[in-house]
């Protein structure tokens, strides 16, 4: 199995850039939304279970509203999202070149870089967005959050019909549900 997973890394190191990425960023949150769920039914549900499996889910969850695990949760999944564009932008590059011999000019390549900083500024609206809601965050980042992010936070609030939900959905992907 390790030669196996050894040889896709080496003929296809893009693809496992992109896959380790999304792995990074999904299972932080899976055992996240698996501890809450497991403490929302063992504390609201009446959910009686083993008094060893009641007191590590109170474990989890207090270890879970600690800064440092927190920041460690949130570093694992923003390595997780710098992997997966990294593997993404390096994937385009190599078709672009493969594709078309010719040397692109500035144009080209400004465009590019436009379209990726435009690209990471979308995608880096969730994860400020946990960041925000997950860590004791001073009045200054959330002022600098809503001035920085202030046309995706208008469109969430007036933006047109499929857009405000598809927003809030990825502004609290990374969040408790029951807040």
């Excluded at 809450?36 to 008094?51: D, F, G, K, T």
């Excluded at 990471?120 to 001035?147: I, K, N, T």
Aim: glycine share 6%.
């Amino acid at each position: 199995m390790f030669g196996v997973c050894k040889r896709i890394a080496r003929n296809y190191p893009n693809a496992t850039l992109v896959v380790l990425g999304f792995a990074f960023i999904v299972v932080p949150e899976l055992h996240s939304n698996a501890v809450l769920r497991a403490y929302h039914e063992l504390h609201y549900q009446n959910w009686s279970p083993h008094p060893l499996v009641a007191r590590t889910i109170d474990w989890w969850w207090w270890a879970e509203h600690q800064t440092l695990f927190m920041l460690l949760a949130i570093s694992v999944t923003a390595a997780g999202a710098i992997m997966a564009l990294v593997g993404t932008l390096r994937w385009l590059v190599q078709w672009v070149r493969r594709t078309n011999r010719k040397k692109h000019g500035v144009i080209f390549w400004t465009t590019v870089s436009l379209g990726g900083v435009s690209l990471a500024y979308l995608v880096s609206f969730g994860p400020a967005s946990w960041l925000l809601v997950r860590c004791p965050s001073p009045d200054w980042a959330v002022r600098g959050h809503h001035q920085i992010y202030a046309p995706m936070i208008w469109t969430m609030k007036n933006g047109p019909s499929p857009l405000p939900k598809i927003l809030t959905w990825y502004t609290t992907v990374g969040t408790d549900p029951l807040i």
